[in-house]
């Protein structure tokens, strides 16, 4: 009896250390869209782009190489006037709003063509780059979020 009542009482917590050491390996085998290894970064022979190796690396590449230009708007908001995000051949509405000062927080916004609103967490500082038709929104130089129809969504966790 002692036994069943010590099975009982102990297999909760051997189910939530399980589920909690899954979600610790999940975390920690986040990887990049292996396309943004190959062309960004030029490796050709990887088969997982690991997050905790290569995001911040391909953020900079991204950053350097294929950063989108904006126009200035007032109080701290910038137009990108030339992205269609949604592939549909017409222009998007997207904007980044920032607030003032070294630790300001900036949102992206973004109204598609068929009428559909995106909108960013808070974010530290970003900006948005366009590479192989796909958009991306760097955060921090070092934090790299997609941002499609589905949403801005980060890729590592």
Do not use: W
């Not at 062309?39 to 350097?64: F, G, I, P, R, T």
């Not at 126009?71 to 017409?90: C, E, H, Q, R």
């Not at 607030?99 to 927080?105: E, F, L, V």
């Not at 808070?122 to 997609?146: P, Q, T, W």
């Amino acid at each position: 009896m002692l036994k069943i009542l010590l099975t009982l009482l102990l297999f909760p917590s051997f189910i939530i250390a399980m589920f909690c050491n899954s979600a610790l390996t999940h975390a920690q085998e986040s990887t990049l869209p292996i396309e943004l290894c190959h062309k960004v970064l030029n490796l050709k022979n990887v088969q997982k782009c690991d997050c905790k190796k290569n995001e911040e690396a391909v953020a900079k590449k991204l950053y350097n190489n294929f950063v989108l230009e904006g126009g200035d708007l007032a109080g701290g908001d910038t137009a990108f006037p030339t992205v269609d995000i949604d592939a549909d051949g017409k222009i998007d509405t997207v904007m980044r709003s920032c607030g003032n000062g070294i630790d300001a927080s900036c949102y992206v916004f973004s109204v598609l063509s068929s009428g559909q609103k995106l909108t960013s967490q808070e974010l530290g500082i970003v900006s948005l780059a366009m590479f192989d038709k796909r958009m991306y929104v760097i955060e921090n130089m070092k934090n790299i979020y997609s941002f499609d129809v589905n949403g801005i969504k980060r890729f590592c966790i």
